[in-house]
């Protein structure tokens, strides 16, 4: 009989004390995974993955360590337990480590309102592939396109527990199921390659594989006979494909443990505009049916609701406790940990204020400048927030598009960019990064 998540957390607890440690926590993870890929018409991958992963993180003073492990049986139990305590005695002294207390856990959350798992059948391998192939044909049937590089559909669920000496106790489940498709248009060093994808908890949410593969075919016909574009200063749209990595770099920027170090651009800026005056940035985990939604963090404090921005104002830092505590201030439920790291501060789902102008209302007031769909590479200065990636995307003249570019650098500093941002109306609701298209006028571009 396969033992509970749960009750195999009790037992790295019960090893931990055995072995002598003073307080401990234990992440226990069981998997299954499916992931069909194709190629010409033809099955080129299968792989399935059904796995139970066990992290005990064990305290010993004011010494911590993690170690992890992929079998439940009682002799591994115990050996991992031994090892993180001898581990643990020999670990540099932590002051701002420990569980948290127990009046600040998460008392009875509310798992089953998440609506985080799918109730259908686990897909078979026969339908994933048929998934997978439909989207390749799909991309195939657009004209111009020479071949697809990959088309994968993939389904996994995996269900959590978090136990902890403090007497906390609670796990979820969440299921995702996706399809992706990468295609390549033109012949010789005139090909581009572009892609679209989707992931979605439910299944009968998910877009269909036709859908997904001609968009993919249609986004890399549209790159062909691409130029580079003059250098100079313009307004820059970003696609709302790749919109939300504006804010988050802004999220990085205010996470507890990068101030914590003395490590951000947004240092000393709590209290201050970061954006326009009417924009928020809402955090948001108790949406149902979304990839980033979660009833507790991951030291088992109740996530919750609260805004990051508020009306262009700075309210706050992502914490964890050990983050909270070196900055003497409240956790804020952000802690993330996989079984063998210990838990650092991390955004759930995250939602920009936007705006009532189409994408293409943007596009006609910038007049002259650079629509991007995607960048590559990146240099940013996370003291100093200076910015420049490679970019691609189309040229616009005139407010309408007149052709694609490549090949060229976007330049401009992170605090100055994000006070500049003019939202579209275009983000998709269901992406655990809800962002439009963002207009910044005034960027440093270099290409010819």
Not at 400 to 422: K, S, W
């Amino acid at each position: 009989m396969t033992e509970s998540l749960e009750t195999l957390g009790h037992a790295l607890l019960a090893a931990a004390r055995s072995a002598g440690a003073d307080s401990a926590d234990a992440l226990t993870v069981r998997g299954t995974s499916i992931s069909i890929d194709v190629r010409a018409g033809k099955l080129e991958q299968a792989e399935r993955s059904e796995a139970i992963d066990l992290g005990l993180r064990v305290f010993v003073g004011q010494r911590q360590a993690i170690v992890s492990a992929s079998d439940s049986s009682p002799d591994t139990i115990a050996a991992v337990a031994e090892r993180a305590v001898a581990m643990a005695r020999e670990a540099p002294e932590d002051p701002f480590a420990g569980l948290a207390d127990p009046e600040q856990l998460a008392q009875h959350p509310d798992c089953a309102a998440l609506d985080l798992v799918d109730p259908a059948p686990e897909p078979s391998p026969a339908a994933l592939e048929q998934d997978a192939l439909a989207a390749e044909a799909a991309g195939l049937a657009v004209s111009g396109v020479a071949q697809v590089q990959s088309a994968n559909a993939s389904y996994g669920e995996h269900r959590f527990h978090l136990t902890a000496s403090n007497g906390f106790s609670q796990g979820f489940a969440r299921t995702s199921r996706s399809i992706s498709c990468v295609a390549i248009a033109g012949s010789g060093t005139g090909m581009e390659r572009d892609y679209d994808g989707e992931s979605r908890t439910y299944q009968s949410d998910l877009r269909s594989p036709e859908d997904i593969g001609r968009t993919a075919g249609e986004r890399a016909v549209r790159l062909l006979n691409a130029r580079k574009p003059e250098t100079g200063t313009y307004p820059v749209l970003f696609d709302e494909r790749i919109s939300s990595s504006l804010i988050g770099h802004l999220v990085a920027a205010a996470n507890g443990a990068a101030i914590a170090r003395g490590s951000s651009w947004l240092q000393g800026e709590l209290g201050l505009p970061v954006l326009p005056d009417h924009l928020s940035l809402i955090e948001n985990p108790h949406r149902p049916r979304i990839s980033g939604s979660r009833p507790f963090d991951a030291e088992g404090l109740p996530t919750q609701r609260r805004a990051i921005v508020e009306n262009g104002v700075l309210t706050g830092w992502t914490l964890d406790l050990a983050s909270a505590r070196k900055l003497g201030m409240e956790p804020t439920a952000n802690a993330a940990r996989g079984v063998s790291s210990a838990p650092s501060p991390a955004c759930w789902n995250l939602e920009l204020t936007q705006g009532d102008a189409t994408r293409a209302d943007l596009m006609a007031d910038m007049g002259t400048g650079l629509l991007v769909t995607s960048m590559i590479g990146s240099t940013i200065n996370p003291n100093t927030g200076d910015y420049s990636r490679g970019a691609s995307g189309f040229w616009v003249e005139n407010g309408d598009i007149v052709g694609p570019v490549n090949e060229c650098t976007i330049a401009g500093n992170l605090r100055d960019m994000l006070r500049r941002i003019i939202p579209a109306n275009d983000a998709r609701s269901h992406l655990s990064r809800v962002v439009p298209s963002l207009l910044i006028e005034g960027m440093t571009l270099a290409g010819n």
